[in-house]
């Protein structure tokens, strides 16, 4: 499957644990929703990505990837040590000049 060069960034830097490789996929004043809370700026989702990486250490396997109306979905298998795992999860991407603006996270 073809992914956005940022997309396909984030899901190698989630399977190799890199919090920080993750962050430098969004921009500046990116934002992400996940489990329904909001995390802004780079610092505020690489500290969310690093304790997320040590408590759970989660990989992501692409499922099917859609684009529609400037927003791409991507649907991932996560599995990792937390319950339930594994789980298929769809991130909602806005993408604007190669980084991620908005990043919203669902069931």
């Known amino acids: 499957m073809k992914l956005p060069k940022v997309i396909g960034d984030l899901?190698?830097?989630q399977n190799n644990l890199d919090s920080?490789?993750?962050?430098?996929c969004f921009s500046e004043t990116g934002v992400?929703?996940?489990e329904g809370k909001s995390y802004e700026g780079r610092a505020g989702i690489r500290k969310l990505i690093?304790?997320?990486?040590?408590k759970y250490r989660s990989v992501m396997k692409p499922l099917a990837?859609?684009?529609?109306?400037?927003?791409?979905?991507l649907?991932?298998?996560?599995?990792g040590t937390f319950p339930g795992s594994p789980i298929v999860l769809?991130?909602?991407?806005e993408i604007v000049d190669g980084k991620i603006?908005?990043?919203?996270?669902?069931?």
């Open 11 to 13: 899901v190698q830097a």
């Open 20 to 24: 920080s490789t993750y962050a430098e």
């Open 32 to 34: 992400m929703i996940d």
């Open 50 to 54: 690093e304790e997320a990486n040590k």
């Open 65 to 73: 990837y859609t684009e529609n109306d400037g927003t791409c979905v």
């Open 75 to 79: 649907s991932a298998q996560v599995s």
């Open 90 to 93: 769809k991130f909602h991407f």
């Open 101 to 107: 603006k908005h990043l919203h996270v669902t069931g």
